[in-house]
């Protein structure tokens, strides 16, 4: 039944081979407890007990609550389909309280440090410096998620009309403004790889020609925000975050940021709401005479 549900997300749902990968270990774990737990093989005849001793367990072993969560999760969508699609009689999730989980604010990069990286000349005069700094002002201006630069293909850029075509979550396309300055960017880079490497319908190009990965836009952006940041963590999601804080901060009207995005609610797009308040409350408490 399992593998139904799961080609169910694959082809109906079309969920991304990360989050099917997740769905599949959640429920494989749940699985492996109780055939150790209670003998029994199949998912669809876990009652509530069961469950809740599964989440003391992994609670008991430092899982943490957002993984936990997420399991838990896995396990409500599967009886979800079950009670939709198989005729399951039963949910035995319903009443199953989750642990409480800290939000956690995302983190973003500084106006003045990205402004930094742009003006202090940080990226080395070359078509690989004129790559790179194109990347990460392409992440910085528009939020897009990192996949969907690896798929960036050269005929979803209108140089014209000045926007991108993006293939997001779900295989739902969404057409995004790039400022004036990244399109100046774009082009010559463009002119170079079209004199000096084989034709790819991919826009973004390693030094060989070939298609980029994952890997290496990591570390091109890691690489690069590390020279102005002192975060932690610098990533290609990092930037993600900075373009949607910075535009919040700036006044954009945060259901167009959900759909720059390309996020399904707004729900998911007002977690920045949080980082403005905590800017304003720093303000606050460093010009109010009683802050």
């Known amino acids: 039944m399992v593998e139904k549900f799961l080609e169910y997300l694959t082809y109906e749902k079309r969920y991304s081979p990360h989050t099917i990968k ?23 005849k876990v009652n509530h007990d069961m469950l809740r001793s599964w989440i003391v367990a992994l609670m008991e072993n430092k899982i943490s609550p957002r993984s936990v969560g997420r399991k838990v999760s896995s396990v409500k969508s599967f009886f979800r389909w079950g009670r939709k699609f198989q005729g399951f009689d039963r949910d035995p999730t319903l009443k ?10 995302p983190v973003y990069v500084e106006e003045e440090e990205m402004e930094s990286l742009n003006t202090e000349g940080h990226f080395p005069n070359s078509f690989e410096g004129m790559r790179d700094r194109l990347i990460v002002e392409l992440f910085y201006q528009t939020g897009i998620r990192s996949n969907e630069l690896l798929m960036l293909k050269t ?26 300055d990244v399109i100046s960017l774009m082009e010559p880079y463009y002119k170079i790889r079209m004199q000096e490497f084989e034709p790819s319908p991919f826009f973004f190009i390693t030094l060989k020609g070939d298609s980029l990965y994952p890997k290496l836009v990591y570390k091109i952006v890691n690489t690069y925000l590390g020279r102005v940041s002192s975060l932690r963590k610098k990533s290609p999601h ?14 954009a009207d945060l259901n167009a940021i959900k759909e720059l995005l390309g996020h399904a609610s707004l729900a998911a797009t007002q977690v920045y709401t949080h980082n403005s308040i905590e800017k304003l409350k720093e303000i606050h408490r460093k010009a109010h005479p009683n802050g």
């Open 22 to 44: 997740g769905y599949t270990s959640d429920l494989e774990q749940l699985r492996l407890y109780l055939c150790d737990t209670y003998e029994i093989n199949k998912i669809e």
């Open 96 to 105: 199953i309280t989750l642990p409480k989980v800290s939000r956690r604010l």
């Open 155 to 180: 005929n979803d850029i209108d140089f014209q009309r000045r926007t991108i075509k993006v293939l997001g979550k779900r295989n739902k396309e969404r057409i995004i403004p790039v400022g004036i």
């Open 238 to 251: 990092v930037l993600r975050h900075t373009f949607a804080t910075h535009m919040l901060n700036r006044g």
